[in-house]
């Protein structure tokens, strides 16, 4: 049988709900079928702008939208497990692909003879009685081609193509890179002098660490976020605690193949040669043209009101651990890897609350039913269990999503748990995007996926969250929730495809459900006792809500001004990024006992891929949009009033990019969006 033939990337997927077909698929099978994707689509594509016809909205746009079918099927599966379940030799082929998937992209929005026909009709269309979508598709691809060089002409456009195309190869290695430091890296607790001060939740995940390791008996602390936070939160042996912090935060930066120093620095001097083809004076300003933020003002003006209130408020959470440190004894300076230790023992002093008392009530499976309840209660959607649809690893659970009347809405993959074959972080992304292309004979439902890092529980023990696990657990259904109730007539203005500092309004607003008082009250229960999460403590979680705000306030906004600084540079080379961080910090004040969320060298969503360059300010940006949408249900006394869960979903989540982001929003609220509230929820408005 021809080889092509009988590669099941490339034969039709019988498959329930259209799923990939995991278990027949190999990383040999990968690259030719991308090979036979690449001139289908191509060939795809020449038809259309070589037709005889002149150009209409459905002989061009409709189907621009509509082509490419195969390749796009391709690469969200390929893309998904190379974050979720990768290999060595996935890896490879990830790298040896980088550079064609480019130079491909280049050839689709280069192709001068299908940007002449885009072109035309976006000049004449106002004349053309489209309807809404289709004006919003035509103003997007058209300006889709615009940004990826359309409008270069001859040795601009070839040099352009291959700056894309080397970035591309960059990127693929510096996340590489991050996940084999991740991956190899292993602090092993020998004996109880190592496990001084750890509780049984943080012993019991360290312990199912070092069994996958192939180190029964011991206790491994990994460089997953679960791992680390709540050693560093708990651990009394201060050496190992600086230890695991040093690793932690010294990722892509020693001497070696897994070094991302020199990475970084290129992918910067690359993209100011990007920015400076399409006119602009440095890469911040062509990556924010096309945001709501739309300049760079924009964005530090938001970041300035946040940075010094911020500061002021760590300040005084600095004197109460320092004040703490005192009390014990321990006279020695406050380092960074001291910080979440003593502030574990403020909160406990404060608030008479400790993560160990409050974890046993977030069982991760009665964390998702509380996520899929407030979907229930708010939008009508339920989740049914499909345990006989295999995912592409036995950690995945498949569910369909029904709407109220039965009809299915989509399909729904949740993959929870930390391991040395995925990424860090979490992250939604779509196996199919929701489209409704009646001109292309398309109706598909969507296929979304959510991915976590979750430490998991021993076996037979179930996975106990933090109070942060669970939001980011909701935080990630909320992007899932946008692309299952995506209703659009195009795939481009699909679900999350829509502007990146718009993009985590509806995650950051279905946080709020899952501190909501009755959704507790219903879902936390003691994973041994079954017993209600107490009104006491409850009380105590909410005296404590603004505790240490002002240090993870301060951390992350760290983060958003380096990122926007050093985009913002217009020198011809990068400088050396360790330098320019560090001095950066230094001229903004930036204690060393507190730090940065992300380093650069390890900062994945800026250099494992350019969606996030200069706009890791988005997460503050859709925040203010989110506490003010959230108030919209406050204002009506309930939290899961239906009248404004109606008008969420209908302006807000079913839209995905076919309209503009802010008349999106003030569709919603009545007006735009004010800053107040969400200066209020960090705590950093003035007390009158």
């Not at 979750?454 to 935080?475: E, I, N």
């Not at 705000?549 to 001004?561: F, I, M, N, P, W």
């Not at 560090?582 to 350019?610: C, D, E, V, W």
Request: aromatic share 10%; with cysteine; charged share 20%.
């Amino acid at each position: 049988m021809n080889q092509l033939t009988s590669n099941p990337l490339l034969q039709d997927w019988n498959t329930p709900y259209g799923l990939p077909p995991f278990a027949a698929i190999e990383t040999a099978h990968f690259a030719p079928a991308f090979d036979a994707a690449l001139l289908q689509h191509k060939a795809e594509l020449d038809a259309i702008a070589e037709q005889a016809e002149a150009p209409t909205f459905a002989n061009t746009l409709a189907s621009f939208d509509s082509s490419g079918r195969l390749l796009t099927r391709l690469e969200t599966v390929f893309y998904a497990l190379a974050a979720s379940a990768t290999s060595p030799d996935l890896q490879a082929v990830q790298r040896a692909m980088a550079a064609p998937l480019a130079a491909h992209n280049n050839a689709v929005y280069m192709h001068q003879a299908l940007f002449k026909r885009v072109d035309a009709l976006y000049q004449e269309r106002q004349a053309l009685g489209l309807q809404a979508q289709e004006l919003r598709l035509l103003e997007r691809v058209h300006l889709d081609f615009v940004r990826a060089g359309a409008k270069l002409l001859g040795a601009a456009q070839t040099r352009y193509a291959q700056v894309m195309e080397r970035l591309a190869e960059l990127n693929t290695q510096f996340g590489q890179n991050v996940l084999a430091e991740e991956s190899a890296y292993r602090l092993v607790l020998n004996g109880e002098a190592d496990l001084t001060g750890l509780p049984d939740f943080v012993r019991a995940s360290a312990a199912q660490a070092a069994t996958e390791r192939g180190l029964a008996g011991s206790h491994v602390i990994t460089l997953s976020r679960s791992h680390i936070v709540p050693f560093l939160t708990f651990s009394e042996r201060r050496d190992l605690r600086e230890q695991a912090w040093r690793a932690w935060t010294s990722r892509g930066q020693t001497d070696g193949p897994t070094d991302n120093r020199a990475i970084a620095q290129e992918i910067l001097t690359l993209r100011k040669e990007q920015a400076r083809l399409h006119g602009h004076a440095c890469f911040s300003d062509y990556a924010l043209a096309d945001t709501m933020a739309g300049t760079r003002a924009a964005v530090t003006g938001l970041l300035d009101k946040v940075w010094q209130p911020a500061l002021a408020a760590a300040e005084g959470e600095r004197e109460a651990l320092q004040a703490m440190m005192l009390s014990l004894g321990h006279e020695f300076a406050l380092e960074a890897w001291d910080w979440r230790f003593y502030s574990e023992k403020v909160r406990l002093a404060r608030y008479d609350l400790q993560e160990a008392e409050v974890k046993p009530y977030f069982q991760l499976d009665a964390m998702v039913a509380a996520a899929f309840d407030c979907a229930k209660r708010l939008f009508g959607l339920n989740f049914v269990a499909k345990p006989e649809v295999a995912g592409y690893h036995p950690d995945v659970k498949v569910y369909e999503v029904q709407n109220g009347d039965g009809t299915v809405r989509g399909l729904f993959l949740q993959d929870n748990f930390a391991r040395t074959t995925k990424r860090s972080g979490a992250w939604m992304n779509a196996l199919r995007w929701q489209a409704r292309n009646g001109r292309a004979g398309i109706d598909q439902l969507p296929i979304i996926q959510n991915n976590n890092n979750f430490a998991k529980g021993a076996p037979g023990q179930p996975t106990l969250l933090s109070f942060d696990d669970a939001r980011t657990l909701f935080h990630e259904f909320g992007h899932g929730l946008h692309g299952l109730l995506s209703d659009v007539e195009f795939e481009r203005l699909s679900g999350t495809q829509v502007l990146r500092d718009f993009v985590e309004l509806p995650s950051q607003i279905f946080e709020h459900w899952m501190s909501e008082p009755e959704v507790l009250k219903k879902h936390a229960r003691h994973y041994q006792t079954g017993e209600v999460i107490p009104d006491a403590l409850l009380a105590k979680l909410k005296a404590a809500e603004l505790f240490n705000q002002g240090y993870e306030t301060v951390r992350y906004t760290a983060s958003a001004l380096v990122d926007l600084a050093i985009h913002s540079l217009t020198d011809e080379t990068a400088p050396d990024v360790v330098e320019f961080e560090a001095k950066t910090m230094a001229a903004y004040g930036l204690p060393a006992a507190i730090g940065m969320n992300h380093r650069l060298t390890h900062f994945q969503h800026l250099f494992s891929g350019s969606s996030y360059a200069s706009g890791y300010y988005v997460y503050m940006w859709a925040e203010v949009l989110d506490c003010d949408a959230f108030d919209a249900f406050v204002e009506a006394g309930s939290a899961f009033d239906t009248k404004v869960a109606a008008r969420l979903r209908e302006c807000i989540l079913q839209t995905g990019s076919s309209v503009e982001p802010g008349a999106a929003f003030r569709a919603f609220r009545g007006r735009d969006a004010a800053v107040e509230p969400m200066l209020r929820s960090r705590g950093l408005l003035p007390v009158i």
